[in-house]
């Protein structure tokens, strides 16, 4: 059995924000653009890309072309050891993630017919975000 892909997956997954990201992806059961990571995470266009695009190269996400977007997703995966480190993740305390998972949720609601149309930072994400009660306060 050749390692090297399980080793890496959890090289990239030792890594906080490439594990938040996973854990989002897992959690939301969606996939998601650069675009969209960036106003969630509140990271910059070259580390949400980066860390996506390690994601990806380990094997744990596939990309998909659409329109001017990629979309990230979970890879399918249905070798025990790789079925266990997904759910390892899935398993992580969702207090953890909650203000990141809240912005998850804002942000994919401004898709249209599941599909993103809003670059980041746009003034309708500022707007929606401002106005946001993420931490259950106000």
């Known amino acids: 059995m050749n390692n090297e892909p399980y080793i890496d997956a959890l090289k990239a997954l030792a890594e906080p924000h490439r594990l938040r990201l996973f854990w989002l992806l897992i959690h939301v059961d969606q996939r998601v653009t650069v675009a969209e990571a960036m106003d969630v995470t509140g990271e910059t266009q070259y580390n949400v890309s980066r860390n996506l695009k390690m994601l990806y190269k380990s094997g744990l996400l596939t990309q998909q072309k659409s329109g001017k977007w990629v979309y990230y997703t979970l890879a399918q995966q249905d070798q025990p050891h790789w079925v266990?480190?997904?759910?390892?993740?899935?398993?992580?305390?969702?207090?953890?993630?909650?203000?990141?998972?809240?912005?998850?949720?804002?942000?994919?609601?401004?898709?249209?017919?599941?599909?993103?149309?809003?670059?980041?930072?746009s003034d309708e994400w500022l707007r929606r975000i401002s106005g946001a009660d993420l931490d259950g306060e106000k």
């Open 84 to 121: 266990s480190l997904v759910e390892s993740v899935r398993t992580l305390p969702e207090e953890d993630f909650a203000e990141v998972s809240s912005r998850c949720v804002l942000r994919l609601a401004m898709r249209e017919n599941n599909e993103c149309v809003v670059g980041p930072n």
